[in-house]
């Protein structure tokens, strides 16, 4: 069985990270699908998914200082023309999707304060 929803999800900042879980697990209560994988993916070039620990809200700034370090905005070597081309690099360093067990189902590889976070640069 294949259940897919699309979601949106509105940003405000140039730079931030966005816990879409609730809503993923919303998306698979709804699906009534017992067991299997859901996939996060994020269909926009300069928007990222990952999972990590949301307990801390300190992880969320310090990935998005670690990302801004090692990707800077307005460097001059940069040639795409719209001036975002640190965003679509970051993305692609992050990745646009995850897979993990279906949310509220039991999983041996994420824990319980593992979340899918949507990022946008």
Partial sequence: MLYTQTLE???SKK???IDVTKRVRA???ASNVQSGL???FCGHTTGAV???ENTDPDVQTDILNALERAVPRNEK???H???NAHAHAKAAVVGFSETSSAPGRPSTSASSTDRATASWW
């Fill in 9 to 11: 999800l509105p940003t």
């Fill in 15 to 17: 730079q931030e990270m």
């Fill in 27 to 29: 998306v698979v209560a």
């Fill in 38 to 40: 859901c996939s996060v």
């Fill in 50 to 52: 990952t999972l990590n």
């Fill in 77 to 79: 070597y940069y040639k």
């Fill in 81 to 83: 023309e719209e001036g």
